[in-house]
Each structure stands twice: as C-alpha cells, then as structure tokens.
C-alpha cells in the first residue's frame, strides 16, 4: 500500500531539548495508533505532521507533498488537539462555522459542514450552548468535530478519549472505525494502551524522541527476542500437562496460574512449543479450555521496549 | 494481501472560495466576542457621546443667532475650524475613552489563544500567522476606526450640511485627509500596543490592568520627568502626548510641546517595530517541552 504520509529523517528540538531525532517512518490508509508516554515526542510528532512546526532537519511529505507552509494541504489534514482549543463564550455552532470558514467554504457549505459534523458527534441539540456549558465528554467531542468538519482525508487525534466516559469512548472508537472504512487515514495518539489496542493493532512506539518499534503490534512482539513469549494454557489438569513438557528444552520456565487451573509457560521457541503442545494434549487425553499469550499485547510490548 | 479502499466519506462538488480575506473569520470571532463583554456594549455606546456633543457643537456654530443669548463672545468661541477637530481627536478623555474600550475588547485578543492553546487549531488550517495577526489586529482597528475615522466624516458632513454650503471644505480641503490620517495612526498604535500586551501574558484580566495602566502611567512617567529633567522631550515617554502631537501635525495645528514632530513618529513607529517583533517571536504554534 502507498504511504500516505512520510517522514523522512525527522528532527525538531526545542533549545537544548530534542522533541524527535531523525524520526524515518511511513504512514499508510487506515488507523495508525501512536504511543510514548508522556514527553516522548507523539505531540511534536503530530505537529510537524499537521504543519504546525518547522522540522529543524528532515521532511514530512503529505501524497509525496511537502507539508511545512503548503496552506493549501492543510485543507486535506483534520487535527484535534490533547488540550481544549477554543474560546469559552461562543457556541458549539459559531466555534464549529468559524473554523470550517477558514477553509474557504461558502457560509451556507460551512453551516450544513457543521450541523452534519455535529450530528456525527451527537452535540446537534446542544449546538447553541455556550462552549463554557459543555461538559469535559462534550469539549471533547467538539474538539473531534471541527477535526473532521471539512471532510480530511488525513485525521490525527491526539489523545483523543481523554475524558469521556465509557459509552462515549466506545462511541468514538466506533467512529474512528466508521472513518478507517471510508478510506481514510487516522493517526490516533495515546498513552492509555486498551484504546489504542480497541481501534487498531497497527502501532508507531515513540520513546524519547525516537521511533522504538512500527507495524502490526504483534509482528513486533515476534520481535522482541529479549522476552520470552508466555503462553497460557488452561486445562482440567494443568500439573499433569506440565510434567509432560518439564524434558521439553525449549521451555524455560513454568510457573501455575493464581486460578490454580493455567499452566503459565515461558518459551523462545513459541511455534515449536504449539506443535508439541498438540501432541501433547492429544495423546494425554487433556481437555484445554482456553489458550493465551498474556504478552502479546500492547501492555507488554510497551513495557518490554520502554521498560515500564 | 492488497487492500483496495473505497473513498467513501462525503464528496463536495463546490467551488472553495477564494480566499482574499483569510483572517476575517478571526476578525470577526473578535469582534463578536467583544459584544459578549459584559459591559463592553455600554462602553461602546459611550464612545459616541464625545461625537454628539461635537456635533451639537457644530448646530450651535451653524445657528449663533439662537444661542447669542446664553454665551457673551459666542460667535468668536464656537467657530469650527480644523483646529476644533484637533481638539476632538486628542482631547485626553475622548483618546482614554478609547483606550478603555480597548481594555475590554483588546486583552483577550491573543492572550485567550495562548491561554486556551487555540493556536495549534488556528495554524493547522490554512491559516499564516501573518493572517491570523493581521486578523486580530482588524479587530482593534475595527472598533478604533468606527469610534473615530466615522464619526469624524460625518462630523464633517454634518458641518457641510448645517452650513449649507460648501465652503468649510473648500476652504479646509485636506481635514477629510487629515481625519483619516489621525484615525489610521491612532488605530495602528492602538493595535501594535493591545497586540503587545495582549501576547505577553495568558491572563486576558492581567492584561486588561496593563493596557489600562501602561497609557495612565506613560503620561505620570513623563510629567515625572519633564519635571525632573526639565526638558520637554520626556513627552515622548508618554503614549498620549505622542499621539498629541501627531495629531497636531496632521491637522495643521501648532505642537502643544516644544519638541519636534518627527521624534513622536520615531517613538510611535519603535513601539509597533517592537511589538511586531514580540509578536513574530510569541505566536507560534510550540509545544513546550519541560
């Protein structure tokens, strides 16, 4: 697939302080989840993206494009800030109008962009209230509103579920979903795990300015070799089943799960492992209820490659 | 495997304006902000009072016969002359008038976008940070322009009309270019200086105190001063005095100190290459990495 969206030798400080070192990456169609804790580089990152900054080295290109002062492009980009960004004493709806006129569209365009954007994110009948009224679910979803007012192509959100509730989450998770399925690209930043791994497994790991790890997440942790993959394997005797694998040289721990019913084992020969496993289970007449890799996920990848 | 992806978010057949004027939606959020004030609407009624007296001014010069009575030597003291539209323009209260109406519709101008980081949503439009200034800065020259370059045409048109005839203008052809100069200054002073102020802090109430009291203490400062020193100069520490004395030339009128014309250019014309520059260096869309 093409990348939408390529960095190319990325690098942007801020006095003495390095917000991103010579960051290289591609982005294509779809959602892309961007991780680091806080102060790793994801806003300096997504300003650059947005054409915000200046990179003091390197290019970001938008369609083969550059972005830094092509105005015209920014049309194309919908962005939706970590921090709310609007004044408090005006509406939903001349906030929402004010911001889709910047892009050059006839007032009438602008109203009915508005009132469509704000149906999306279910504020329509809340549309004449001032912003000062809006709860912190609603500021939000204001913010995610004017990001895609003007139909981008391009929608990075920069922690975008940052106090909404657990309905209105799910809500916006299947949004942004609803937007992937039309073909467009979605960077997502966050650094609350589970939302990211809710909308997408296709990652950019960002740690101190640097890109730590890209692509699918489990991909990546097939990767990490310094880990050992653990396997969970829940079955009527897990005792049994272990003294079945404690000759197996490729395990190099086992260890029962807190149920007293999982057997928890830790092996770099993950594939191996599964295939004597089914002879194993097969010949020993076990009943496996639920196998899992409790470190194939984005908790433990994150933890693994920053060191949480 | 290859994914083919259908593009299937709304399509908009129309044409994008072009965008001659891409700060006006700033502007006018300003604007419209401004009249959310509280207070500010009175404010801004107030600033026409000044005006209306004027022009009653200009009724009873137009109709000495009816007032002789109530003022002995009337008819030497109500004569509009350009010197009477100096005294409008830079008569201390009319010009503080203006700097309150500043205080609220000015300090939250740039302050409130730092304050509330608008500016990352500003600057990832196709917005450049000389339109997003120039946008802000319309605001101020917006509601100095209507308090003064309007009100000062239809002073002069009411003179013509009262008179009867043409001939204040004729005799008086540049005061129309004259007023329009003066309301041009004073709204590009006003707006380099509300700008200033306004980007220096995030508090807007902060600010309003320092528009407020950096014009009241300019003008302490430089009586201080002249007093102090005893050279008249140090009335070019004074925003007031400034703009005094260029309204005194514009209009034709003798300077109220002694001190060249010229160096109150130089002050005005310093104080808006500072802000530009402060301007230039604070609006930008960074985050701050601690």
């Known amino acids: 697939m093409t990348a939408v969206i390529a960095a190319k030798s990325l690098s942007k400080w801020y006095g003495n302080v390095l917000g991103l070192n ?115 679910g609603m500021r939000q979803r204001i913010k995610f509103a004017q990001a895609i007012a003007h139909d981008p192509g391009i929608i990075i959100l920069d922690e975008p579920f940052n106090g909404l509730d657990p309905l209105g989450k799910r809500k916006l998770i299947r949004l942004v979903k609803d937007f992937r399925s039309q073909g467009r690209t979605i960077l997502v930043s966050s650094h609350v795990l589970p939302e990211i791994e809710a909308v997408t497994s296709k990652i950019i790991m960002i740690h101190h300015g640097k890109i730590l790890a890209e692509g699918d997440i489990h991909k990546i942790r097939d990767l990490i070799e310094t880990y050992p993959h653990m396997i969970s394997v829940r079955s009527n005797a897990p005792r049994a089943l272990a003294a079945a694998f404690v000759g197996d040289a490729s395990i190099l721990k086992m260890s029962f799960g807190p149920d007293g019913r999982s057997l928890v084992v830790e092996t770099h020969a993950r594939d191996a492992f599964f295939g004597r496993l089914q002879s194993v289970v097969v010949e020993g007449g076990f009943e496996v209820e639920e196998i899992t890799s409790p470190d194939d996920n984005l908790q433990a990848v994150f933890d693994y490659l920053v060191g949480g | 495997m290859a994914t083919i992806r259908e593009k299937g978010y709304y399509h908009w057949d129309g044409r994008l304006e072009e965008r001659r004027f891409p700060w006006w939606p700033i502007t006018r959020t300003g604007i419209q902000l401004a009249f959310k004030k509280k207070g500010f609407r009175f404010l801004f009624a107030g600033q026409f009072l000044p005006p209306v007296i004027f022009m009653a001014v200009i009724y009873a010069s137009e109709n000495l016969e009816n007032f002789k009575f109530m003022v002995r030597g009337s008819d030497r003291i109500i004569s509009i002359t350009p010197g009477s539209f100096k005294f409008f323009f830079t008569f201390g209260p009319v010009v503080f008038l203006c700097v309150m109406m500043l205080v609220f519709a000015g300090a939250g101008l740039i302050a409130d976008d730092l304050k509330h980081n608008s500016l990352q949503v500003y600057f990832s439009r196709p917005l450049r940070k000389r339109d997003y200034l120039l946008g802000k800065m319309a605001v101020v020259l917006f509601f100095v322009l209507i308090v003064t370059l309007v009100p000062g045409l239809l002073l002069v048109l009411s003179k013509l009309v009262l008179s009867g005839s043409l001939r204040f203008f004729l005799e008086y052809p540049w005061l129309v270019l004259s007023i329009l100069g003066y309301s041009v200054v004073l ?39 002249r007093e102090t020193f005893r050279t008249p100069y140090m009335i070019l520490v004074s925003i007031r005095a400034n703009l005094e004395q260029v309204g005194a030339f514009l209009f034709a009128q003798k300077s109220a100190y002694p001190v060249p014309v010229g160096w109150s250019f130089v002050v005005l014309a310093a104080l808006c290459a500072l802000s530009a520059v402060v301007l230039n260096t604070k609006i930008r869309s960074v985050e701050v990495v601690k």
Not at chain 1, 110 to 135: C, P
């Open chain 1, 22 to 136: 010579d960051v290289s990456l591609e982005i294509e169609a779809g959602i892309t989840g961007l991780l680091g804790p806080n102060g790793a580089g994801k806003s300096t990152f997504m300003k650059l993206i947005t054409g915000q900054m200046r990179p003091n080295i390197g290019e970001v290109t938008i369609g083969g494009r550059s972005v830094w002062n092509n105005f015209p492009l920014f049309s194309s980009i919908g962005f939706c800030p970590e921090q709310d960004a609007f004044y408090e004493d005006v509406t939903g709806w001349e906030f929402l109008t004010g911001m889709i006129r910047f892009h050059g569209f006839p007032p009438e365009e602008a109203a009915e962009r508005a009132s469509r954007a704000l149906a999306t994110v279910e504020l329509l009948g809340d549309k004449d209230r001032r912003i000062r009224s809006y709860s912190r």
């Open chain 2, 187 to 225: 709204a590009v002073v006003f707006a380099f200086y509300t700008l200033l102020l306004s980007a220096l802090n995030k508090n807007s109430r902060f600010v309003m105190i320092m528009i407020f009291l950096t014009y009241i203490f300019s003008d302490i400062l430089s009586a201080l001063l």
